[in-house]
């Protein structure tokens, strides 16, 4: 991530023993176990109007 630009994550400790790295602006969370990525969410910017904002 920081490769390409993405320098701002949080890194979050599980109460499962998982650790959580997201980057909020980019909207990604990856999911570590024994080091591991285990699986990854993402989603989309929605406005006030539940509508989906497209990057331009």
Request: glycine fraction near 6%; avoid cysteine.
């Amino acid at each position: 991530m920081q490769r390409h630009g993405h320098e701002h994550s949080e890194i979050e400790k599980m109460d499962t023993g998982e650790m959580r790295i997201s980057y909020e602006k980019e909207m990604i969370d990856m999911y570590f176990e024994d080091e591991e990525l285990q699986f990854v969410n993402f989603g989309v910017f929605i406005d006030e109007d539940l509508e989906v904002q497209w990057p331009s």
